[in-house]
């Protein structure tokens, strides 16, 4: 039992990474001597030290992590990258046992780092809180072993079932269906995702800044598809507030924080693989209508957060149809929340 204890205060360490890491995973590592905690640490940002490098870091005495037990969320890592393998240090320390969470599906680990610490005469427990360790990083699993970005829909509905009110030609502006509080918490989902994609008419309807205002994290990246680049560039998106990439069949270019991405076609298929490419672990797509209903029609999607307003329209555009029964809904100030998973 006393494994679950460690491997669960690893997972909550990880957690503090959230909104920073991508596209890393989160991971939590703890360190355990004579029955004491006396060290751990987590992965606070991407590029920066890994979870097993902060908590060794935090071992006043170093000569306590001989013969000591490190545990970890995931696999070790075995790979040089933005920083040297974690299994090599933890060889260094001269360490007894490590217990993992789960192994690490990137092909430039996947098993070589529980490897080169057997080698080394350090045992190794796997499969401690699995599902709870697979379920944190699901964005990173997703990403390597099906070769796409994490895929969440959103969108807010009337009570009724519309997306929006009836526009009179050239009309702009937001038809507001969701509640204060729940702005907030879609500002808490973004900076969740390490991208936010939208089609050309949210953009020029709506005007959304698809930024993190009303929570403290990391801005997404934003995506546009725009394939004859309809949109005007004095829009929100276009500001200095977070990276764009606009999806067109018209240019290749790129100035400032803006990139223009020619692509054969905007179809799901041909967007997902270009933000795999580009090492994108997960996207909300936030709309519009018809947006949203061709990832549901190919399939491409892992998630949604269907938003029901306690207001009516009466008449509009129609809300997407995903033909499940959600997984579970609760009540947030005045709306609805429902969520949905694919399988």
Known sequence: MKHEVYMQRCLDLAHLGSSWVAPNPMVGCVIVKDGLIIGEGYHQRYGEAHAEVNAI????DKEKLVGATVYVNLEPCSHHGKTPPC?????Q?????VIIGCRDSNKLVAGKGIEKLTRAGISVTEGILEDACRALNKRFFNFHEKGRPYVILKWAQTKDGYLDRLRAENEKGVHWISCEETKALVHKWRSQEHGILVGKHTAMNDNPSLTVRDFSGRNPIRILIDSQLQVQENINLYSADAPTIIFNRIKDEKKDNIEWVKIKETSTKAILEELHKRQITSIMVEGGSRTLQYFIIDNVWDEAYVIVGDVHFNEGVKAPI????PTRSHSFGSDTIYYYKRR
């Open 57 to 60: 870091a935090a071992v006043q």
């Open 93 to 97: 320390s001269n360490v007894a046992e």
């Open 87 to 91: 299994a090599d240090l933890l060889v």
């Open 322 to 325: 995903l033909n499940r029964v």
